[in-house]
C-alpha cells in the first residue's frame, strides 16, 4: 500500500448563496500539520467536513493515496479520525462505554487497561463509570479526545480540539498529536489558539472572512 497522502485541488463550497472559499489547493504527506485559520464564517468546519467526505464541495475533488475520496469511500474512512464540534456520545453510557463503543464501530478492540489509561491522559480519572450526562461540557469533550490515544488511523482531523481543556489537557492533547506525526501519521486542524506540536512543523492555512 501507498503512503498516506491527502491531496485537495480547485476546492470550492457555498453557504447560504455566499462563497466561502474557491480554487483552494492543499496537500500533506507523511508527519506533515495543517492549521486551518480564520475568522468565525470563514468555513473553517465546512473544509473539514469536504476534506472527510461529509460535505460534498460546489468544485475540486479531494484525493486520498492518489484516489478520488468518492472511488475509495470505504478505504478513506477506515483511515480516517474525525472529531467535529459535537462529541458525538451516547448520553446513557459511561465514559468507558462510549469510548469502548466508539472503537468498537471501526472494528477495534481494547483492553479495559488501555481505554481506562486514555481516560486518564484526559483528566478524566475516576469518572469511567459516570454517565455522560452528568459530566460537563468539558469533561464529555475529553471523552471524545480520549480517542487520541488510541486510535492509529493515519488522517486526523480535529475540529476546534482545545474547546474547553485546561492546560495542562492542551498541553497533553500536543504531545499526542505530535507523536502521531512521528508514527507518519497526517493532522489537519482548526483552533483559535497557537499551536505547539514538539520537534514538528505546522503548516497553516488562512480562509479570508
Known amino acids: 500500500m501507498s503512503k498516506p497522502h491527502l491531496q485537495a485541488s480547485n476546492l470550492a463550497c457555498v453557504r447560504d448563496g455566499r462563497w466561502l472559499f474557491r480554487e483552494l489547493h492543499l496537500e500533506l504527506g507523511?508527519?506533515?500539520?495543517?492549521?486551518?485559520?480564520?475568522?468565525?464564517g470563514a468555513g473553517k468546519t465546512s473544509l473539514l467536513r469536504i476534506l472527510?467526505?461529509?460535505?460534498?464541495?460546489?468544485?475540486?475533488?479531494?484525493?486520498?493515496?492518489?484516489?478520488?475520496i468518492r472511488r475509495c469511500r470505504e478505504d478513506y474512512h477506515a483511515s480516517l479520525l474525525y472529531l467535529g464540534h459535537q462529541p458525538g456520545l451516547k448520553d446513557e453510557l459511561t465514559a468507558l462505554e462510549n469510548l469502548r463503543f466508539a472503537h468498537a464501530l471501526h472494528g477495534h478492540t481494547h483492553e479495559e487497561q488501555a481505554l481506562e489509561a486514555a481516560l486518564d491522559q484526559v483528566g478524566?480519572?475516576?469518572?469511567?463509570?459516570?454517565?455522560?450526562?452528568?459530566?460537563?461540557?468539558?469533561?464529555?469533550?475529553?471523552?471524545?479526545?480520549?480517542?487520541?490515544?488510541?486510535?492509529?488511523?493515519?488522517?486526523?482531523?480535529?475540529?476546534?480540539?482545545?474547546?474547553a481543556i485546561d492546560r495542562r489537557g492542551i498541553v497533553a492533547l500536543e504531545q499526542v498529536m505530535a507523536g502521531?506525526?512521528?508514527?507518519?501519521?497526517?493532522?489537519?486542524?482548526?483552533?483559535?489558539?497557537?499551536?505547539?506540536?514538539?520537534?514538528?512543523?505546522?503548516e497553516r492555512l488562512e480562509l479570508a472572512a
Open 180 to 202: 502521531h506525526l512521528g508514527r507518519g501519521g497526517l493532522l489537519i486542524l482548526t483552533s483559535h489558539q497557537p499551536v505547539e506540536l514538539p520537534g514538528m512543523t505546522l
Open 30 to 40: 507523511p508527519g506533515r500539520a495543517l492549521q486551518v485559520e480564520g475568522a468565525n
Open 124 to 163: 478524566l480519572y475516576g469518572y469511567e463509570d459516570v454517565p455522560v450526562r452528568a459530566l460537563s461540557a468539558g469533561q464529555r469533550r475529553r471523552v471524545a479526545l480520549a480517542r487520541l490515544w488510541l486510535n492509529r488511523a493515519p488522517l486526523w482531523v480535529l475540529d476546534e480540539p482545545f474547546t
Open 52 to 68: 472527510c467526505g461529509l460535505t460534498p464541495p460546489r468544485a475540486g475533488e479531494v484525493r486520498w493515496r492518489g484516489l478520488d
